[in-house]
């Protein structure tokens, strides 16, 4: 076994609490230090840094863009701070009040049945519409108010007929009646005319005085038996127009007709015209006409509001119960508003019996 010199311990231990004590062996064998007089080993070279003028550009950049992100997200993040950069101490209230907003909802029937959403569509010709709401944070006992508008044109103060709040809950829930706009429904006036819905989309805004931080809002649209619409979405991307207009016995959910025909037979008594539409700007309305001999049917022109610039929609011509429609030739044309040039136009027959 290889002796080690006297001492050899005692010098691997000063060299190891000893950080100048170089590890290197000079060629006689004697173990050397590092003269203290050597200048220190200079770092290796680095590229030089920026000026600072870049960097701080840079940052500006990346706050701005930051900036740009939150505007869009909207501005109550900066509601929360004050001007020393200190949290509003009224955040907790208001992410208290946004929890109980959440619940807050109105969903309306043209039935007394509450639904789980609203219906679609709701038909025109009905009398009453019932609005069940929810308004979570509010007490069941605290004062309602409400406001509606008809297609952007606000129609004030809501009158919460037949208003039944409900008994199992704490918080105000319950549901009333919204009757039709009485400056607006579309009866002719006769006894036996029972008001209706102007065709259009209807929003409600309900919250109660005592916590107006807290509102439902919601809103149905009411549209004659007539005629129906689903609509698509996107920009209007060129001119209005009305593509695949087709006859048929029926149509399903996702606009497709049933029974497609153009010559229908004797026992008609419902004819169903299916169309899909693009280009036509949001708040546009649709109009359906139907012509018999060339001469149109009044009483059969349907309204159809369009809140996107393409989608699909439906309308139909039909008889009173029991009876059929007449055999002769027809038309149906579809025209954005009031606009006697059609967008589209088709005609079919209905045959005359043997």
Not at 105 to 118: G, M, Y
């Amino acid at each position: 076994m290889d002796q080690q010199p006297p001492g050899a311990d005692e010098r691997e231990e000063d060299r190891a609490e000893d950080p100048q004590t170089d590890d290197a062996e000079t060629e006689d064998g004697v173990l050397g230090e590092i003269s203290p007089e050597e200048p220190e080993e200079r770092p290796p070279a680095e590229e030089a840094p920026r000026p600072r003028r870049r960097q701080r550009s840079r940052m500006i950049g990346c706050l701005l863009a930051l900036l740009g992100a939150l505007a869009g997200g909207g501005v109550a993040w900066w509601v929360s701070y004050d001007g020393g950069g200190n949290q509003d101490a009224s955040s907790s209230q208001e992410t208290v009040h946004s929890e109980e907003a959440a619940s807050a909802r109105l969903v309306f029937a043209p039935t007394p049945a509450r639904p789980d959403e609203t219906p679609e569509i709701i038909s025109a010709e009905t009398s009453v519409i019932y609005c069940f709401y929810e308004l979570g944070g509010v007490p069941a006992d605290a004062p309602l108010s409400a406001e509606w508008s008809h297609d952007g044109e606000f129609l004030g103060e809501l009158p919460l007929s037949d208003h039944r709040p409900a008994d199992d809950v704490e918080h105000a829930r319950g549901h009333f009646t919204v009757h039709p706009p009485a400056d607006r429904n579309v009866s002719d006036g006769d006894e036996d005319d029972v008001p209706s819905f102007p065709p259009g989309i209807y929003e409600v805004q309900l919250t109660s005085p005592d916590y107006p931080d807290i509102t439902a809002a919601g809103s149905f649209v009411a549209l004659p038996r007539a005629a129906r619409v689903l609509q698509g979405g996107g920009d209007v991307d060129g001119p209005p127009l009305i593509r695949s207009l087709q006859t048929a016995t029926g149509v399903t959910e996702d606009g497709q007709p049933v029974d497609r025909m153009s010559a229908f037979p004797p026992d008609t008594d419902r004819i169903t015209a299916v169309f899909s539409y693009s280009g036509v700007p949001a708040g546009s309305v649709l109009t359906v006409r139907w012509y018999a001999d060339d001469r149109e049917i009044t009483d059969a022109r349907s309204d159809i509001p369009v809140n996107a610039a393409e989608g699909w929609a439906e309308a139909w011509l039909e008889t009173d119960p029991d009876q059929t429609l007449p055999p002769g030739e027809y038309r149906v044309s579809v025209h954005l508003g009031d606009d006697d040039e059609p967008l589209g136009s088709t005609g079919f027959l209905v045959q005359a019996a043997d």
